[in-house]
């Protein structure tokens, strides 16, 4: 069983910068793929980014690659989310994920921990 606990959201102006941060506790930090998936009103959830067990693979959205840095601390057993340049269509609540294989990417039938998420509001 994994634990997974966002947190770091918050309301910034458009092309301000956030830093997401997704505590997990539990079995070994080590041993999951960890993602960011995203859900604005109205619409599906959607993939973000996502890193490799060991973090020498990432992944990114077409929408964020650029802007947006996933990372992870082993030893501290927390992923990140650097969000920069952040844009209002940015405005989501974000989640993070856990799954137990080297690497998920956006399949997200492959993460079975889930956080609760953290709310992101960008302002126009």
């Known amino acids: 069983q994994v634990q997974l606990v966002e947190s770091g959201g918050g309301l910034v102006q458009a092309g301000g910068s956030l830093r997401l941060s997704c505590a997990a506790s539990?079995?070994?930090?080590?041993?999951?793929?960890m993602g960011w998936f995203r859900q604005a009103p109205g619409k599906e959830r959607e993939f973000v980014a996502a890193?490799?067990?060991?973090?020498?693979?990432?992944g990114y959205a077409a929408s964020v690659k650029g802007r947006f840095t996933i990372s992870r601390d082993n030893a501290k057993n927390t992923v990140y989310l650097q969000m920069n340049s952040l844009k209002p269509e940015d405005t989501a609540i974000y989640y993070c994920?856990?799954?137990?294989?080297?690497?998920?990417?956006?399949?997200?039938?492959?993460?079975?921990?889930w956080g609760q998420g953290t709310q992101v509001t960008v302002s126009s």
């Open positions: 539990g079995r070994a930090f080590s041993s999951y793929a």
């Open positions: 994920a856990a799954a137990p294989t080297a690497y998920s990417g956006s399949r997200q039938n492959e993460y079975n921990y």
């Open positions: 890193i490799s067990r060991s973090g020498g693979t990432t």
